[in-house]
């Protein structure tokens, strides 16, 4: 390869990466943070594949800016390509069968922390004690910025409206429930209808999340007035106050044991049953130790999406 070959291709790599940090953060100063570069450099790189391609790829409004619909296309075919070269290291000692070093980082809700991901963490750290694993403990907005960011490398949880640039891939099932005190009069109830929540106050998740857009919904649907009496976050939290008799609740069964002693009465009939899955940025390209967890929650995810990107 020439001098000049070789210069050319090292230069277009730097440039895609610059590009493609660019598009995610929608400016250049933080491109400039992320690849510890200065932000006239970045600013120039852009530039330059600009005046190759012979086309502006973003629009610059200010101090951000935002992909053109060419900077769209150039994104979708680049950032596999730059996710590719810069997680060489890591395949290349997959491909030795070594997978004993890197950093898995995953966004996740409290709830899915404390009731779906313990197991799985369990194993895939006496699997993979080399990788570093960090769990993002955030709402679904802020996992879905952080994805948007390439600051994760997947999201698990539960998606009713799924944004054109995500995909959310369904593994787990579970049932609605309605909860109260143990000894509520609901629970002895013995023609339990939706109607007779109407005059006990709901405790609910945040308004943001998705159950209370769920709630809403159905109550809607059949046309029946409810009442909100308490806002708080985590299954952990509603619980508690549930069992204190500041309300009663809708949640999932997963949440529900044998020691909160609770009244518990099935919702499937109303509701509909919830999912929690893996949730990508469309086109993100999955590290061999991203991978593996995945295949640790679900053997035959790859099998059944055998579009998504790996390295």
């Known amino acids: 390869m020439s001098g000049d070959r070789f210069y050319y291709k090292q230069n277009r790599l730097k440039q895609l990466r610059a590009f493609c940090h660019a598009a995610q953060t929608g400016s250049i100063s933080k491109a400039a943070e992320r690849l510890f570069l200065s932000q006239p450099s970045v600013s120039l790189q852009v530039k330059a594949l600009e005046r190759e391609l012979d086309v502006p790829l973003f629009e610059r409004r200010g101090p951000s800016i935002e992909l053109t619909p060419e900077g769209k296309i150039l994104y979708e075919l680049a950032i596999p390509l730059v996710e590719g070269i810069d997680a060489l290291a890591e395949t290349f000692a997959v491909r030795r069968g070594n997978l004993e070093s890197g950093e898995l980082n995953i966004a996740a809700g409290e709830s899915t922390i404390l009731y779906i991901l313990p197991e799985i963490m369990k194993q895939f750290t006496l699997l993979y004690p080399g990788i570093r694993l960090r769990l993002h403990n955030v709402t679904g907005r802020d996992g879905m910025a952080l994805l948007r960011a390439n600051e994760i490398d997947f999201a698990v949880g539960s998606f009713i409206d ?4 995500i995909t959310y891939h369904p593994i787990y099932t579970f049932d609605p429930v309605l909860i109260t005190q143990a000894n509520h009069p609901l629970v ?9 929540i109407s005059p006990y106050g709901l405790i609910l998740p945040p308004r943001h999340l998705s159950t ?8 809607q649907q059949q046309n029946i007035d409810y009442k909100i009496t308490l806002e708080a976050g985590g299954w952990e939290v509603i619980k508690k106050y549930v069992s204190l008799g500041l309300g009663i609740s809708i949640v999932i069964n997963i949440c529900i044991n044998s020691e909160d002693n609770l009244g518990v009465i099935p919702l499937g009939k109303y509701f509909p049953k919830r999912t929690y899955g893996i949730v990508l940025r469309r086109g993100k390209f999955l590290s061999q130790g991203a991978k593996r967890f995945i295949e640790i929650m679900d053997k035959d995810f790859f099998e059944r999406h055998a579009d998504i990107c790996s390295v």
């Open 162 to 165: 799924v944004p054109d640039d």
């Open 188 to 196: 002895h109830k013995p023609d339990f209808k939706l109607e007779d």
């Open 212 to 219: 209370w857009r769920m709630v809403k919904m159905v109550f």
